[in-house]
């Protein structure tokens, strides 16, 4: 990544504004009020100094650039230009010049050469990854979130080195994203506040703080610990190489949904059925990003919206859990129960059910009549009794008169 910074006047800046995309798809769309536009064109008049703008460059020839940081300051000062909003009625007089609900045409000439000349400090980022850029971008917004972990490197206690440990295990290095600011210790971190939860949790900052502090004599060689390496292991056999997909957020999940499974089901063998199915999940949903709103997979959007935003949040980190189980339950349907279970898991049902869509296939009293989800059963094609599986793909949605029509053998 190469860095460098230049004054730029606003008016040089307008002029190549089609090269500049203020929207690139890791900023978020907040729109600010008018007041904080006024403002921010007040200040430019005022010759105070504003903030620093980080530029990538996408191309070359001609040169475009996408904001990584400064996109609405950008935005005002383009809008500002073009005449779209005027000053604040009680905008206060700028050396003796009335300006208040003045548009930039309105602007006496000594002023708008102040606000045309105005430099803006850009700094400009050349050949940088999609990752140097969202980490980049991370930092900017929320610099705190990031200190927090090295504030927690510097704790005392059992927890810290575990996770130390724990940052350094090989998976690691098949993630997409980079170690800066201990990223693979805060991620080793969260995975571990899951892991004691038995589940998905808050992962936030505030909530591993508390977990450093309630976990100072963690056993590093007790049941608990060596369940997270074992997953760890598994995921680095899932991923025998450097994976770009393997996003913070999606890392999390995959940890969630291994450790899971390790407990229920024979996962041995399973490791390139779900690399694969990761894989090809992960390439669909990109897709989506070309679609129309209307067009789109809307539980492929709801997922997205979940990576965008509070992706440490409980919430979000539930839903993505049981959404991402069901596609990949659905995705690879032979896998099985720990010594055959009868009954099959709540996963196992969900993706049943959605691949049946709902639809009773017995049909020994029905024509396929559909079923509520509080209301059907999930039937084993090859009966348990026979040797059949408790799998997804020896699974079947039956409707409570069709699974009694078959009579004790389900
Ligand atoms: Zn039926």
């Not at 609405?72 to 000062?77: D, E, K, N």
């Not at 999940?253 to 992960?282: H, I, P």
């Not at 559909?370 to 599986?389: M, R, V």
Request: proline share 4%; hydrophobic share 35%.
């Amino acid at each position: 990544m190469e860095i460098s910074k230049k004054p730029w006047p606003i008016l040089s800046v307008c002029g190549f504004k089609t090269r500049i995309d203020t929207n690139p798809d890791f900023q978020r769309p907040a729109v600010w009020s008018l007041g904080q536009k006024q403002l921010l064109v007040d200040t430019i008049l005022r010759g105070y100094d504003i903030p620093k703008l980080y530029w990538r460059k996408v191309s070359k020839s001609p040169e475009k650039y996408e904001v990584v940081d400064g996109q609405q300051r950008l935005r005002t000062i383009f809008e500002f230009h073009s005449g779209d909003f005027n000053l604040a009625k009680d905008a206060d007089d700028i050396d003796g010049v009335v300006v208040a609900k003045m548009h930039y045409a309105d602007l006496p000439e000594d002023l708008r050469l102040q606000f045309d000349n105005y430099p803006l400090d850009v700094i400009v980022l050349t050949d940088t990854s999609e990752d140097e850029v969202r980490e980049m971008f991370l930092r900017l917004q929320n610099g705190t979130s990031l200190k927090a972990q090295e504030k927690r490197n510097a704790m005392p206690g059992k927890m810290r080195s575990f996770i130390k440990d724990l940052s350094k295990h090989p998976f690691f290095t098949r993630v997409g994203f980079a170690d800066s600011r201990f990223t693979y210790d805060l991620v080793a971190a969260q995975m571990t506040a899951i892991e004691l939860n038995g589940g998905p949790c808050h992962v936030r900052n505030s909530n591993l703080n508390a977990m450093y502090e309630a976990q100072m004599d963690f056993d590093a060689a007790g049941t608990k610990a060596r369940k997270i390496r074992r997953v760890l292991e598994y995921l680095a056999q899932v991923f025998t190489e450097k994976t770009p997909e393997l996003e913070r957020y999606s890392v999390i999940s995959l940890y969630a949904l291994v450790s899971q499974c390790l407990e229920t089901y024979v996962m041995q063998g399973k490791q390139d059925a779900l690399r694969n199915w990761f894989l090809q999940f992960e390439a669909n949903r990109r897709t989506q990003d070309d679609m129309p709103a209307d067009k789109a997979d809307p539980e492929l959007l709801a997922y997205k919206e979940r990576t965008s935003h509070s992706t440490d949040a409980q919430d979000s980190i539930q839903w993505r859990h049981e959404f991402l189980l069901r596609k990949f339950f659905e995705a690879v349907p032979d896998i099985e129960q720990k010594d055959n279970q009868r009954l099959f898991s709540h996963e196992q049902r969900l993706a049943i059910f959605r691949r049946d869509g709902c639809i009773c296939q017995v049909r020994l009293k029905c024509q396929g009549v559909k079923c509520e989800w509080d209301a059907w059963q999930a039937d084993h094609k090859t009966p348990w009794s026979q040797g059949g599986k408790t799998t997804v793909e020896n699974g079947q949605v039956a409707c409570p008169e069709c699974n009694a029509a078959k009579g004790g053998n389900p």
